[in-house]
T-cell receptor
């Protein structure tokens, strides 16, 4: 299996809602990433997990809360988001130490109303 | 930290022509340089990469060249086709940081 999957594909949420984004990979990768991508911009790194432990937090607001329950799954919990958080949220995975060869999921298109 | 500059930001070519996208980087420790293609509404996909000890790598119509002294690397697409139309991102990994820095992207349009 050489694919990273993400659910849901689309999500519309109000500013008071709580929702979660899910990511799954079965490539045996032990590094997993969350990115935020605005239209026509590069992916912007949010979090990195290495061996299921949070290794990088790029000063992301606490309304985004990542979780890595096991080596195949990565979640992003969302609470009290702002309209400017509307974006494509991409998950990626790679071998640890091989950040240059990342495999991306299809993304979740998030709209905050 | 690593700084990656990518040019041009937009590129329009006629079908069959060649396209060249260039990136420069600042961290001399960077040692592996990938290129990603992102079609509209889809995920970024790794299309080619090059190690720092290699000057050029080819895969069918795409090639990447690296000049480590000048700290730049380029993506070359020959015999372009409409399906090559996409946004292309270069990236430079930060070897000890566990992450990559992406260029700002180049929107390539291939006109039939």
């Amino acid at each position: 299996d050489t694919e990273v999957t993400q659910t849901p594909k689309h999500l519309v949420m109000g500013m008071t809602n709580k929702k979660s984004l899910k990511c799954e990979q079965h490539m045996g990768h032990r590094a997993m990433y969350w990115y935020k991508q605005k239209a026509k911009k590069p992916p912007e790194l949010m979090f990195v997990y290495s061996y299921e432990k949070l290794s990088i937090n790029e000063s992301v607001p606490s309304r985004f809360s990542p979780e890595c329950p096991n080596s195949s799954l990565l979640n992003l919990h969302l609470h009290a988001l702002q309209p400017e958080d509307s974006a494509l949220y991409l998950c990626a995975s790679s071998q640890v130490g091989v950040a240059y060869e990342q495999y991306f999921g299809p993304g979740t298109r998030l709209t905050v109303t | 930290g690593e700084n990656v500059e990518q040019h041009p930001s937009t590129l329009s070519v006629q079908e069959g022509d060649s396209a060249v996208i260039k990136c420069t980087y600042s961290d001399s420790a960077s040692n592996y340089f990938p290129w990603y293609k992102q079609e509209l509404g889809k995920r970024p996909q790794l299309i080619i990469d090059i190690r720092s000890n290699v000057g050029e790598k080819k895969d069918q119509r795409i090639a990447v060249t690296l000049n480590k002294t000048a700290k730049h690397f380029s993506l070359h697409i020959t015999e372009t086709q409409p399906e090559d139309s996409a946004v292309y991102f270069c990236a430079a990994p930060r070897p000890n940081a566990g992450k990559s820095t992406f260029g700002d992207g180049t929107t390539l349009t291939v006109k039939p």
